[in-house]
Nanobody, 115 residues
Framework: QMRLVESGGGLVLAGGPLRLSCAAS????????MGWFRQAPGKEREFVAGVIAGATTKYGDSVKGRFTISRPSGKNTLYLKMNSVEPEHTGVYYC?????????WGKGTLVTVSS
């Protein structure tokens, strides 16, 4: 089993930065496809950013050029650096790890962007 614990959420002013962390335990997260998902109030959970084998990354349209996903070598932690946040980025951010059809989720961290 893999345990994922997100942190770093909070209240941030529009235009500001924020960094989310996802600490993994139980497995080496570099063996997994990892991602961040967001669920805004009253909406479905949506893809934000992901990283797969090696350092290949992918981003949702609303965060391209603003957010950066990373998982530095030597740390069993996934990060999401958020720049120039907007109110539309408000929601609970979940960390995901996937391998061979099995998914693990954290409990999420709430990000609220105030205008």
């Amino acid at each position: 089993q893999m345990r994922l614990v997100e942190s770093g959420g909070g209240l941030v002013l529009a235009g500001g930065p924020l960094r989310l962390s996802c600490a993994a335990s139980g497995r080496n997260l570099r063996n997994y496809a990892m991602g961040w998902f967001r669920q805004a109030p009253g909406k479905e959970r949506e893809f934000v950013a992901g990283v797969i084998a090696g350092a290949t990354t992918k981003y949702g349209d609303s965060v391209k050029g603003r957010f950066t996903i990373s998982r530095p070598s030597g740390k069993n932690t996934l990060y999401l650096k958020m720049n120039s946040v907007e109110p539309e980025h408000t929601g609970v951010y979940y960390c995901n790890a996937a391998i061979r059809g099995t998914n693990f989720w954290g409990k999420g961290t709430l990000v609220t962007v105030s205008s």
